[in-house]
């Protein structure tokens, strides 16, 4: 029988969530509790399981064992919820669409099968183009932009579903400075509408400036709670193990984050 727990807002729950890809793990027995409104930097080591808890969280992916609820209520009876951001690698630019058009599949969930689009879907969809700065291209096609305005195109796509959650793989990998000064605005802006936020990110820094909450896993959660207690030597080493040296006192973790781009990342305690 499928439990149904009480409707709480302050709920989204990963309860002893176990993903299989073949004979491997990529996550195992994960349970964490998400406050509402919170900003949450997932970190981990390359293969972490860190795109497999969002694609999970989303749909993309089955349980092998244990369940997610939102809002008090199992992963999957809830109507367009959870916007999803995925890595800029995954996505088959190439698809002959205008900005416009990709903004606008934020907003399907809403609309069913063969209904038009309305009045009320194309003002979330300007607002979300004038936001992301990128109202001046709404009708070129996606295809032709900068890897930072594609970057900002599926950015404003979420912002026009208007969830209660936004799941958002590695945006800040690869982007130009204006791609991550916009990203930041808008983390800060959805804080005041209290969405909750879960971003994978390599830049601890980052993590400690910008968001309430890390979680830090390596297939299984090592650590989830404020940056100050999760960033600690003990935390970073059981994480990242062989990818963790100390210099000068300092820890530091040098990880391969694709197309050989390594990420140094420093700390006091971690």
Aim: with cysteine; glycine share 8%.
């Amino acid at each position: 029988m499928n439990q149904t727990l009480p409707i709480d807002p302050a709920r989204l729950e990963f309860r002893n969530v176990s993903v299989r890809y073949g004979s491997r793990h990529a996550l195992e027995d994960v349970s964490i509790l998400v406050p509402h409104g919170a900003r949450v930097a997932v970190v981990g080591p390359n293969g972490a399981g860190k795109s497999t808890l969002f694609k999970t969280l989303v749909g993309l992916l089955p349980l092998e064992t244990g369940s997610i609820y939102i809002h008090g209520r199992l992963l999957g009876h809830h109507l367009d919820c959870v916007a999803y951001v995925p890595q800029r690698e995954e996505v088959d630019w190439r698809f002959p669409v205008t900005v416009r058009d990709v903004v606008m599949m934020g907003r399907y969930g809403r609309l069913g099968l063969l209904k038009q689009p309305g009045q009320p879907d194309r003002i979330a969809v300007d607002r979300a183009l004038q936001q992301m700065e990128i109202d001046h291209l709404s009708d070129r096609s996606i295809q032709d932009l900068s890897g930072g305005q594609q970057q900002r195109v599926f950015l404003a796509r979420a912002l026009a579903q208007q969830p209660h959650i936004l799941v958002m793989d590695e945006p800040f990998n690869g982007v130009d400075a204006i791609t991550r000064d916009a990203t930041l605005r808008l983390l800060k802006d959805l804080t005041t509408r209290d969405v909750t936020m879960m971003i994978s990110t390599h830049d601890f820094s980052l993590a400690r400036e910008h968001f309430d909450m890390v979680l830090l896993i390596n297939r299984k959660v090592i650590a989830f709670g404020s940056p100050a207690e999760v960033f600690t030597t003990e935390h970073v080493s059981l994480a990242f193990q062989s990818q963790m040296m100390v210099i000068d006192g300092s820890l530091v973790v040098d990880q391969c984050c694709g197309d050989d781009e390594h990420t140094h990342v420093h700390g006091g305690d971690a």
